[in-house]
């Protein structure tokens, strides 16, 4: 979680980043900690819509990728985008289920 205050985001009401459940395809599902927001995506230069997003450290998700499942607590998404900062983190598109 050090790498979160260090990375300068904002957390949870007691300081720390929600935990939510990584499945890669085939794979065993992981519990990572993560900062859930919104954010617009954009596509060819429109605005696609407003999509769920985490933030990670990407040691924690190392191998990720398109279509892997996120579980945030009772609400189910899939993975449609990962985009790295080149700072440690990335940052993970969704799309409820």
């Not at 927001?37 to 060819?44: E, G, Q, V, Y």
């Not at 607590?73 to 700072?87: F, L």
Request: aromatic share 6%.
């Amino acid at each position: 979680m050090a790498a979160f205050a260090a990375h300068g985001l904002l957390t949870d009401a007691n300081g720390a980043p929600v935990q939510v459940v990584w499945t890669p395809a085939g794979g065993a599902a992981t519990p990572i900690n993560a900062l859930r927001k919104k954010a617009f995506a954009l596509a060819l230069g429109e605005v696609d819509g407003n999509k769920p997003t985490l933030e990670c450290a990407a040691s924690d998700v190392a191998g990720i990728a398109r279509d892997d499942a996120i579980a945030v607590g009772a609400d189910s998404y899939v993975v449609v985008d990962v985009q790295p900062d080149g700072k440690g983190f990335v940052v993970l598109i969704l799309q409820e289920q």
